[in-house]
């Protein structure tokens, strides 16, 4: 796990209790992942357009297959675009690829597993991450 200050430097874990502001946190994938995935990863939460961004983590995906962030952003991406059914089947994904948890994925099967359950109402979960931020 990798923590980094509001200007993007990151931190050792002593200075995390000194540090005011905002701190961004993230988990850090111990295999061996190619530069040209990592860089088809980037460029596709930056293109703007998800069916681009959908291209460019498909790529990555196929580059680094044990790898679930790429599969974790195509869940988010298709969620944005309010397909919950492949959202679900892709964050179903990264669960058997990280069946601890990887960043929100177990928060996010559950309310998508109880929205397709009629238990919450369509767009639960997309509302509650949107408001998160």
């Known amino acids: ?6 200007t993007g430097r990151e931190l050792t874990l002593e200075e995390l209790g000194t540090v005011t ?3 961004r946190w993230e988990i850090v994938y111990g ?23 959908l291209e460019l983590l498909a790529e990555a995906h196929r580059l680094a297959p044990d790898w679930p962030y790429p599969l ?29 948890g990887f ?13 397709t359950m009629g238990k919450l109402p369509s767009g639960s979960y997309l509302q509650l991450v949107l408001l998160e931020s």
């Open 21 to 23: 502001g905002k701190i």
């Open 72 to 100: 974790y952003d195509m869940a988010w991406t298709y969620l944005l675009q309010g397909d919950t059914a492949k959202a679900l089947e892709y964050y179903e994904q990264v669960d058997r690829m990280a069946p601890r």
């Open 31 to 53: 295999g061996h992942i190619p530069a040209e995935a990592r860089e088809l990863h980037n460029k596709a939460r930056q293109a703007g357009d998800y069916h681009k961004a």
């Open 103 to 115: 960043f929100t994925s177990k928060e996010a099967l559950d309310c998508l597993r109880r929205e």
């Open 1 to 6: 796990m990798i923590f980094r200050d509001e």
